[in-house]
């Protein structure tokens, strides 16, 4: 008992290690995630429990030129133990795409870093409808913020609340809902998503903005709180009442 005990104190450390040194986590991320990974493309907290994803962020620059193709390699996370892996095979069944949570269209600057987005850890089941509509329509207005405003940071996940079906030899679960939060440094705003998991369109996303206060509380995740406290506060408090 002391072993794990001392094992889980070390993997806590490790993390919050892991979260302190990488620039897409630079402005604070605050979770009780198991396993923190900062990669080039992109940083994620990993729920053992859950076998997924509790955050990935990424921080987003503006692109010159077009990216590398499409690589396509789904695989299992070398980084996350055997046991609380998902892999591939889990998703062959009729219902759910392999969807990504850090999008392999924003992060295509190189083949590695595009690899890396199609690690089973940043995949659950997506709806088609969902991911090819309202998922897709969101991840081109990242990238259309991005360019227009040099940077922004973008930090996402999955939610499960409710009845939580799940797929595969290794349960994965499915979430009940998708969010987003996308901060511009440059102005100072943020504006926050937390999307219902059923068939949506781009028109839609007007209906699902929120304010960071609200995906906190539902998460349970601390975002950006290494801004300045009255910047952190103003941005934090307010849904955006429209898409920038």
Sequence with gaps: MRYLINLY??????????????????????????????????????????????????????????GVDRTNDFRADPEVPSKFQTTPEDYAEPIYNQGHLASSESIDTSYKVMSETFYMSNIVPQLPIHNT???????????????????????????????????????????????????????????????????????????????????EKRTGIDFFYKLDNEIENKIERKAQSEQW
């Design 9 to 66: 104190i070390l993997l806590l450390s490790l993390s919050s290690l892991a979260t302190q040194n990488c620039e897409h986590t630079e402005l604070g991320i605050r979770s009780n995630s198991d396993l923190v990974v900062c990669r080039e493309g992109y940083a994620i907290g990993y729920s053992f429990k859950e076998k997924s994803a509790e955050w990935v962020a990424y921080k987003l620059r503006k692109q010159v030129g077009r």
């Design 133 to 215: 509509g309202i998922w897709k329509g969101l991840e081109n207005r990242e990238r259309k913020w991005a360019n227009k405003d040099d940077l922004v940071y973008i930090v996402t996940g999955p939610l499960y609340e409710g009845f939580i079906d799940t797929i595969g030899k290794n349960k994965v679960q499915v979430p009940s809902h998708f969010w987003k939060v996308i901060y511009d440094p440059r102005n100072q705003r943020v504006i926050a998503y937390l999307i219902d998991h059923k068939p949506l369109y781009t028109k839609d996303l007007d209906n699902y903005l929120v304010s960071v206060d609200e995906i």
